[in-house]
């Protein structure tokens, strides 16, 4: 694709993000006088974790500023997909996008050692090492190109599921076309695990699998429950080959139009959504887990140690670029 490309790309995107918000009925107000109401997108739907982490986040700033501040969401993709709302927020057409750390590592190879396969151990190791000062660091990356990170949130642990049969060790993956994100780590990592890993966007999964133009997919419990997939793909494996968070991002044009109180105000109020996320998180992944094998989903347990070994080429290749390495290794050394 050329660079104009790129650009008429561009353009198209953040024209159809403002009228999709023009159409509301609602401004985002302004530093000096009204409401400022920032506008906050996610592909999830209206009750999911994430979403509801989010919408507490305006209440409490609402509340804490006699409603001169507040959120208002759109949620399951009303404004388009995760790359979508990374280019809206960027360019300032929405405020706030929380998107899989995968949907970033392209243009933030930092965040590529958050979707490793198998290095973190576990969701605790995890949430050490983003709530420390690795996390701290990987929330700094994203100033220098028009986004501002606030915070992280659980979206793991992650594993395989298909149409076809149980996967219990990286040859029965042989043959399955596998949906993963579009993210060239992920495709490497479904690669590695032995299956052909398929691009596409999340929204687009339950039709693939219907008209089997892939076989399966990888995720989380409760986004295989959410969306339904499980109607489909019934045989899930459990490889937890990836605990990759999710980023909690504002556009660094509306941060720097609040006044620093103002600023320092919606990071603490991010800062205090997590726990509470996390809390809705694990209440959620245990439902969607119980909901989805009363419904016929068949679990099985997977040869951990064989997927870790295939998958060691792909955190060898991308942890070789400026200052990762050391990085990967604080990580996995993390308690």
Known sequence: MTPTRRRLLGTGLIGAGAAALSACGTGTGTATGGPRLLHAADVHPADYPTVHAVNWMGEELGRLTDGRLGIRSFPSGQLGNEDDSI????????????????????????????????????????????????????????????????????????????VRRPVYEPADMKGLKIRAPQSDIFLDTVRAMGANPTPLTFGAVFSSLQTHLIDGAENNWPSYQSSRQFEVARYWSDTRHLYSPDALLISKASMDALTPADRDLVRDVARRSVPLMRAEWDKREADARAAVIAAGTQVNEVEMAAFARAVEPVNAKYTTGAGLKPLYEQIAAAA
Do not use: K, W
Not at 100 to 129: I, K, Q, W
Not at 140 to 149: A, D, Q, S, T
């Open 87 to 162: 280019g809206l927020a960027r360019f300032q057409a929405i405020d706030i996008c929380r998107v899989a750390a995968a949907a970033l590592n392209n243009a933030f190879p930092e965040t590529s050692l958050l979707c490793l396969p198998y290095v973190f151990r576990s969701v605790e190791h995890m949430r050490a090492v983003v709530d420390g000062e690795i996390g701290t660091q990987l929330l700094n990356v994203f100033e220098g190109r028009g986004l501002v990170g606030l915070a992280y949130y659980d979206a793991a642990p992650r594993s395989v599921y298909n």
